[in-house]
Nanobody
Framework: QVQLVESGGGLVQPGGSLRLSCAAS????????MTWVRQAPGKGLEWVSV????????LYEDSVKGRFTITRNNVKNTLYLQMASLKPEDTAVYYC?????????RGQGTQVTVSS
């Protein structure tokens, strides 16, 4: 079955950086588009970025453009999200999900907290 395991979250000061990882198994990762979504406290799920299998089509939600970078390694079956210039409003649980701008199936999430 689809298994997605996120890691790399933590507490970071405003302006800082983090790199999230998502280890995928149970499906053909190299043939699958992948999405990062997040859920801030008290809010619904919001898509952050999406990447197609060949990594030549990539989209970002407007608020993260120029600050976040999505990449993938189809040999390691791993999805990444490099986050820079982090802001308090980026605080959320970040999930990876299988599919093009999909929210399910997704992993258990990793908490990112941006605070001084």
């Amino acid at each position: 079955q689809v298994q997605l395991v996120e890691s790399g979250g933590g507490l970071v000061q405003p302006g800082g950086s983090l790199r999230l990882s998502c280890a995928a198994s149970g499906f053909p990762f190299s043939n699958s588009s992948m999405t990062w979504v997040r859920q801030a406290p008290g809010k619904g799920l919001e898509w952050v970025s999406v990447i197609n299998p060949g990594a030549d089509i990539i989209l970002y939600e407007d608020s993260v453009k120029g600050r976040f970078t999505i990449t993938r390694n189809n040999v390691k079956n791993t999805l990444y999200l490099q986050m820079a210039s982090l802001k308090p409003e980026d605080t959320a649980v970040y999930y990876c999900a299988k599919g093009w701008i999909m929210t399910y199936p997704r992993g258990q999430g990793t908490q990112v907290t941006v605070s001084s």
